[in-house]
């Protein structure tokens, strides 16, 4: 991982991520996390570059490596209710806020900050930049997936385990066919016009 020049150049740094704003189902989930310079971990990058077994094992070393790390969300009912940028900002704030040691500057994979305190800035593709926000990439995205595994054993005829909530083909046919679910957004386009909320 090439590293970015951040404004920051000491060692309480947060880096922060989100994952979901594309699917249509499901919470969208943000991690946050100060890495030990002292303890390095090798391998890490962006959570969508890595297969599903690297990511696995990346997890808890991330976890017990860390000097600090928290896994956040907002809720189907709050992405629909803000819509889901502002969910995404919401649920960042509130893994920053979680961690158990207070961040000096916070990185956060994008181009948009949450309304909040902590001296920070917006890295786009940060991910691939910052090993804390890869970090933190990867606590989401594991996370999210293993939820998403888990409402496929709940909802079996969406496919969610496949597809994470994302709009596939099959999820879509999927939706055609049966509805949707208690964790369908409803306020996304896809969604919407199978309830029949516009054309």
Not at 4 to 22: N, P, S
């Amino acid at each position: 991982m090439n590293d970015y020049q951040l404004k920051y150049t000491g060692t309480l740094l947060a880096g922060v991520d989100e994952v979901g704003r594309g699917p249509l189902a499901g919470d969208v989930v943000t991690a946050a996390v100060i890495l030990d310079p002292n303890n390095p971990i090798e391998g890490l990058m962006d959570s969508k570059k890595l297969t599903e077994k690297k990511r696995e094992a990346l997890f808890p070393i991330i976890q017990e490596k860390a000097l600090a790390f928290a896994i956040a969300r907002c809720s189907v009912e709050e992405i629909d209710q803000w819509n889901i940028l502002q969910a995404s900002l919401i649920a960042m704030h509130r893994a920053v806020d979680a961690l158990s040691v207070t961040p000096e500057y916070v990185a956060v994979d994008g181009n948009k900050l949450p309304q909040w305190d902590y001296p920070s800035e917006p890295v786009v593709k940060g991910d691939a930049l910052v090993p804390e926000i890869a970090a933190a990439s990867i606590l989401a995205k594991v996370t999210r997936d293993r939820e998403l595994v888990a409402f496929d054993q709940q909802y079996p005829e969406y496919g969610f385990a496949k597809h994470k909530g994302y709009p596939t083909k099959a999820h879509m046919a999927a939706i055609e066919q049966h509805g949707i679910c208690p964790i369908h957004r409803i306020s996304y386009a896809p969604v919407k016009k199978q309830l029949g909320l516009f054309e």
